[in-house]
């Protein structure tokens, strides 16, 4: 044999702005996809609700409504 075979080219590795590219538009992609999935009006109703519950919120609200 005398070294005479097809030679198979190894991918060069990409550099690193192309790289930083790369890595931006999987994310962008990414957080479009799990926000789809979130109900945010549902979101913020829980948030003002739980607001309501809290105790310091409730005093604050006793304390303001007396003159």
Do not use: S
């Not at 190894?10 to 994310?27: G, H, I, N, T």
């Not at 519950?53 to 409730?58: G, I, K, R, W």
């Amino acid at each position: 044999d005398k070294g005479k075979g097809i030679m198979v080219e190894e991918p060069k590795p990409l550099k690193k702005k192309q790289q930083v590219e790369m890595d931006e538009e999987y994310a962008r992609k990414l957080h479009a996809e799990l926000n789809k999935d979130i109900d945010w009006d549902v979101a913020i109703k829980h948030v003002k609700q739980k607001a309501k519950e809290d105790p310091a919120v409730q005093i604050y609200q006793v304390m303001k409504k007396r003159p």
